[in-house]
């Protein structure tokens, strides 16, 4: 039986041609005459092939929040339900009005929650139909290379700026002799202001998409928490290369290696936007200035010896304290073995450098302030009912645990990986907290209810702090039944973040047992300037 046509009151289905991610690395070939002579045999063939094809694309449904969906729901905004109801009840939702490799001239309507320009051909009465192009800003008239055509929108290569928005961009802001090349930043043509403005207008699209939440249910969400560093901020950057060429070259790029000469297919660095090949990259101005000064013999180490390389491999350049010696200095750590060593405010924090840290040191202070004063500014200092526990789930090697251990007399943390366990128990020492306040486990999230049986819920604070990908229905069953006074959901993923805080909220509507949650405050956090990345913090109250 055929699937019903989606609407788009349903999750709508971005197209994806071979099932590749939305960014393919392999871009699709141009079939030459293909289709065009050869045999009967071979056209019935080609035919029945592309009807394949074309219902594969037809019944293809991105996973909900995925960077797919939350791009399809930006371009259905754009072109309006309607519109995209009446292309897909008629089967035209994938017919382009533009060639594949296509040079198109587009006016830049909006900008996507990922970055990238939603642009539109100008000229009226054109086609309904979005191109999305990386590096454009709304209100400007730019050219495109089209490399996929997909449902209701293709995907372009940004080529140049034709008339500039001057209310948005000025490039002279630019400081990354890559950027509109490198996949990395998206926003450094912006001032920071409209980088901050932009991400809370991601939040809020967040939220009005997958919240399920009626708008009086959502507070209003707050001005973006700036970085207090803007470049040189980033403590931890990966580098790449792609494996050798075969066998067939090896001796003509060996020999290349032997006269001192880099060969020209090795590449260290970042992806091309769009693209799952790398740049070449010799500095990146977000980085902290230590990691700066250390690429350049990184970078020589792979020069010399990537003769000994089959494959490719992925660098690691992390900023750390010294540990030895009297006055603290940052150096570049590059194996995956070390302890990391930074600090947070007063505190010292130390983990594995091939585990879980926050990125952006800078911001750590305000981010971990912020849950407690979210929470604490509801109470009078001497009230007796502010809360006295606290759980720290997703805990990584502590952060917000050993932050907020001053203002809780018992503190729980729950995180699956047994290293950051280990600095986790370790950097409760380091800070002087004593066990009988503080306990991590090693254990997934939802295990940690085992432990906490005996916290009082309507002292109780929890802090959620997942992967990209959100909490699982275990782990809000589980919550559900704990109902603790408050919980704080910290997430890199702000639409996987408003999918769970709406099911939270919506299930304990009316759910019998007399007490809900209500969202109590939402606010974006600029851990990584110059890119669209936003990370939110939601405080729900239990009323
Ligand atoms: C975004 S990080 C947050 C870490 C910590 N809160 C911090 O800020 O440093 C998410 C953490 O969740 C951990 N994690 C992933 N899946 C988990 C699960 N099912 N249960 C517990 N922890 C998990 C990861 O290992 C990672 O350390």
Redesign the pocket.
Known sequence: MTPPSPTTGQVRPLPDTEGEPLYPGKRPRVDKGKSASGSSQKTTKFAKKNAKRLKKQREHQPDLCSPEDVQWKDIVSLLGEDVVNNAIEESREFQSPFEFLEIVELEVKAVCSNGDGLAQSGVEGAKPWVVVVPFTLPGERVRAKIFKNARMHSIADFLEIVRPNPELRDDSRVKCQYFSKCGGCQYQMLSYEKQLEFKRNVVVKAYKNYSNLSESQVPEIQSTMPSPEQYGYRTKITPHFQAPPTKADRDLWQKEIAEGKVPDWLKIGFNIQGQNKVIDIEECPIATPVLNDALPNVRKNIHDTIHTYKKGATLLLRDSLETTGDSPKNICITSNHATIRETVGDFTFEYLASS???NNNSILPSLTGYVRDAIFSLYPSDDSSRPTHLIDT????G??AITLSPHFSTIAG????GD?ILYANHNAKLNNIPSEKISFRKG??SDIFQTVSEFPPEKTVMVI???RKGCDDAFIQQLLKFRCKFVAYVS?NVHTQARDVGKIIKATENDGEGRRYVLESLRGFDLFPQTAHVESVAILKLV
């Open positions: 879980f840290f926050q997703y805990c990584g090697s952060l917000f729950i995180e699956i990986s950051s997934d999230a702090d997942p992967p890199c």
